[in-house]
């Protein structure tokens, strides 16, 4: 079981692996991710421009070291400063590495995180949460390019002007598709577990016993959901969580090369945040039949595409503040949707582990940097758990009850004070389940969490709002989605929008209204792999609020193009100002001012493209500009009211 690897091969690894990560930061706090093959020796310097430099030794207190393998460690960097650090000042920044008596900077042992032309990474503390680059759903083999790629180019040309330097990059969801896994990329995921040794695992339910035995299984690559046992109690099961359910009308989803193990989940992560772990190892494609070799190949040309761009990636990670937040691909599609769905996937062990180990690789390698206070208790058990893989396979009792204690944990929502106020929510884990119908979709929020956000809310001014699902959508796909959650095929068409639940649209709305929350809102939303724009006048309450609804999704995902123009000409034509349809629908309680994008050709509202959003926000919290900037290589595209358009 134990994946050892001889001290040979330990000497040829790089000395890091993945990373550094630019997570939470503050003036009086700086906090990093990597991952490394073995513990480090480490020192921090920071150089503030026009201010003298500092220098930081990392130790156990503020550098925690956490062994996911027998060549891997990760380093969980939480640094607290006694001097605040400049705002809106550039600050260049080195992680010295104690090597054989000699300390190695960055530009020595990850060269391809320096900008050309300099030294050293950077980063700048913005005083105001008042430029803010957002994105969700980056699947590696989508044929789309990479929107992550620009954020290091943004970075590039800010370099000089701090003041134009993003105040952060918020990851709203689906940073993984832990469910919908290419070939090639699953075959790399286990030649870099071997490579690096990362903890194996016993497996309950399955028709494997542990995770040696699933990489080597015939059914590991495009069958997954093969490796149930054929009883009839799990065809349920491997219906909705190993088949994958086809969508034909929002998205197709592959579940079949789901991933299984924690080594598997953490392997994944050093993939698609860096360049390194592919120059570790020469994965060979598997023997397959001939359908599933054409896919592997179109699927390998996908895959080669990304990798292109992995370097501009990390070296845009190492320089800009990161935030995340999960969706449902981080662990598995639709996960909670429904009450039923919940039974269904926590009722088998197979299924409930494979949840625990992605709840576990989101802890890891997302939930920690976003609030390393909250994660402490959830840290300590899944530390507890690596600890007892020191033999190359984990505990599997202390693995079960570490995975009932994550799917136990309160919130991974978090707040960061600021000005704005930034809030991101957890709409994962806190679901205001249907009492009447178990299949009909959960409400994003329980009537608690919504209470925690109103108390997060009061007497600001303005805040922005992290929603992975927008809370305002495209009013006629949510009515395809209410029709088929009516007709109890909820899974088919992705049934997850804030109105999809009465009562939790109630109470969000009421919250809006109440006199001491914020006059001006903004939602930052993904999810649906395409961008808008609205803007939200909540009605009952004098001089306000506003409320902007800006979405931009995929980093890299987009809609069928066909069909969003379908959708979008449609939901023009049935749900105009004048149109009855649209009275008898209408939200009474709202009033909904969709904005146009500027390479909107006739009255278009939504935009497919793969990119990143930016926001630019006034002294009020009001947005001064919203965009879209395209991954492949077109002009950026601006949102605005429709008279703002015509001029």
Excluded at 398 to 427: F, K, S
Aim: net charge neutral; with cysteine.
């Amino acid at each position: 079981m134990t994946h050892s690897v001889p001290s040979d091969a330990l000497s040829s690894l790089p000395v890091v692996i993945a990373g550094p990560l630019l997570r939470r930061l503050e003036a009086e706090r700086l906090v990093l991710w990597l991952v490394a093959r073995e513990p480090l020796t480490v020192r921090l310097t920071l150089q503030p421009e026009g201010h003298a430099p500092c220098s930081v030794e990392l130790n156990d207190a503020n550098c925690r070291q956490l062994r996911i393998g027998t060549s891997a460690w990760l380093h969980l960097i939480d640094v607290r400063l006694d001097r605040p650090l400049p705002v809106d000042r550039l600050i260049e920044y080195d992680l010295l590495i104690l090597r054989d008596g000699r300390e190695q900077g960055v530009a020595t042992w990850s060269p391809h995180l320096i900008h050309e032309g300099m030294c050293f990474p950077a980063f700048v503390v913005r005083s105001r949460y008042d430029d803010l680059l957002h994105g969700s759903c980056r699947k590696p083999h989508h044929a789309s390019s990479d929107g992550l790629v620009l954020v290091d180019a943004l970075v590039a040309e800010a370099r000089r002007e701090p003041e134009q330097w993003p105040a952060a990059l918020l990851m709203t969801g689906d940073q993984i598709y832990a469910d919908d896994v290419a070939g090639p990329t699953l075959v790399a995921i286990h030649a870099l577990v071997r490579r690096l040794g990362l903890y194996g695992e016993c497996l309950e339910g399955a028709v494997v016993s542990d995770s040696d035995e699933l990489m080597a299984h015939p059914a590991t690559y495009y069958r997954r959901e093969q490796l149930l046992p054929a009883f009839k109690s799990n065809a349920a099961l491997r219906e909705r969580f190993f088949g994958g359910v086809e969508k034909p009308v929002f998205t197709t989803s592959n579940a079949h090369n789901h991933l299984v193990s924690l080594g598997e989940v953490l392997a994944m992560y050093l993939l698609v945040w860096s360049p390194v772990p592919w120059t570790l190892i020469d994965p060979q494609a598997p023997t397959l039949d001939e359908k599933m070799t054409q896919r592997y190949a179109r699927e390998a040309a996908c895959i080669d595409a990304f990798r292109k761009g992995l370097p501009q990636v990390a070296r845009a990670l190492a320089h800009l503040p990161s935030l995340m937040i999960f969706d449902d691909h981080d662990i598995t599609d639709d996960w909670n949707l429904s009450a039923r769905w919940e039974q269904t996937a926590y009722g088998h062990p197979f299924s409930r582990r494979i949840v625990g180990n992605a709840l576990a690789g989101y802890l890891l390698c997302q939930a920690w940097g976003n609030d390393p206070d909250a994660c402490a208790a959830p840290l300590q058990a899944v530390e507890a758990l690596l600890t007892s893989g020191n033999d190359g396979q984990l505990d599997r009792a202390l693995h079960d009850r570490v995975v009932d204690e994550l799917l136990q944990h309160g919130n991974w929502g978090y707040v960061l004070p600021g000005e704005p106020a930034l809030v991101v929510l957890d709409t994962r884990t806190r679901r205001w389940r249907s009492e009447g119908n178990l299949s009909r979709p959960s409400g994003l929020m329980d009537w608690e969490a919504l209470t925690d956000l109103q108390q997060h809310i009061l007497d600001h001014r303005s805040v922005v709002i992290v929603s992975p699902a927008p809370m305002f959508g495209v009013k006629l796909i949510e009515t395809v989605q209410r029709v088929f959650s009516w007709a109890g095929l909820s899974l088919l068409v992705d049934a997850e929008n804030w109105m999809a639940h009465r009562g939790a649209a109630q109470v969000m709305l009421n919250i809006f209204r109440h006199t001491r929350t914020p006059g001006n809102y903004v939602v930052l939303s993904g999810d649906v792999h395409y961008s808008f724009a609205y803007q939200v006048r909540i009605r009952g309450r004098d001089e306000g609020p506003n409320l902007w609804q800006i979405t931009s999704s995929g980093v890299k995902n987009e809609f069928p193009r066909r069909l969003l123009d379908v959708f979008d000409r449609l939901n023009r034509w049935l749900y105009s100002p004048r149109s009855p349809l649209n009275w008898f629908t209408k939200r009474r309680r709202v009033r909904v001012q969709p904005w146009l994008p500027s390479r909107s050709r006739s009255g278009e509202r939504l935009w497919n493209g793969a990119g990143i959003g930016r926001v630019r926000l006034d002294a009020e919290g009001r947005p001064a500009r919203v965009e879209q900037i395209n991954a492949d290589g077109s002009p950026p595209v601006t949102f605005a009211p429709e008279r703002d358009q015509m001029h």
